[in-house]
């Protein structure tokens, strides 16, 4: 049986690290976690591929895979993340860096906005296809936010999760072209007549 859960308990106990060093909540692996998760299923294939070998000597066909040819296409090739510490803003109102962030994804910004305040965040992203990364809350101030790319008409993002199980990293597609462009992206958190959060981790550009 595989379990990742006593595994990671019995390091724990030995002192080797904390459960925050694999996770970032109660449940859910971050990226060192996950590193654990495929080692696990690597041995367990590994041990089942030996078994069958011992058992009734049968030669079990291995097949390469070439990994230069991508299974959905390259469309996002060479993807990278834009954040306060890459990109540079044009305007900001009300909009701070938060270098903390949320889950694995920092150095973005975040805004409290009081009643009847304004705030608002302009940057210019090259790119063929971009995604705006935000936080999803399950918090009633979790704002509702404006984005208007190169002038087009806009789009409302609700970054409430209501009735949801927790807060996550959500997406939004904001541009898909076959090339290569300067985009303008503006972002503006809605007025809603009462204390609201709002959480932009970056910008996801390829």
């Not at 080692?39 to 009734?56: A, H, M, R, W």
């Not at 904001?174 to 007025?191: F, G, M, R, W």
Request: glycine share 6%.
């Amino acid at each position: 049986m595989i379990s990742f859960r006593d595994t990671v308990h019995s390091e724990i106990e030995k002192g080797n690290f904390k459960w925050g060093d694999v996770a970032t909540d109660e449940v859910h692996p971050n990226d060192y976690g996950h590193f654990i998760i495929s080692e696990l299923l690597i041995d367990f294939i590994k041990s089942v591929l030996d078994d069958i070998n011992k058992t009734d000597n049968t030669k079990i066909d291995k097949k390469e895979i070439d990994f230069e040819s991508t299974v959905f296409g390259e469309k996002y090739k060479n993807g990278f993340i834009e954040n306060n510490k890459c990109l540079e803003v044009s305007k900001i109102e009300g909009f701070i860096k938060d270098n903390e962030g949320f889950q694995v994804f920092q150095d973005g910004w975040k805004c409290n906005l009081e009643k009847g305040k304004t705030a608002s965040l302009s940057v210019n992203i090259e790119g063929k296809n971009i995604f705006l990364l935000y936080k999803k809350s399950i918090k009633e101030t979790a704002a509702e936010i404006e984005v208007i790319v190169d002038e087009n008409d806009p789009i409302i993002i609700d970054t409430y999760f209501e009735d949801g199980w927790g807060d996550y990293s959500a997406t939004e597609l904001l541009v898909e072209s076959e090339n290569i462009s300067n985009h303008k992206i503006q972002i503006s958190v809605v007025d809603e007549e009462k204390l609201t959060e709002t959480y932009i981790m970056g910008f996801l550009a390829s």
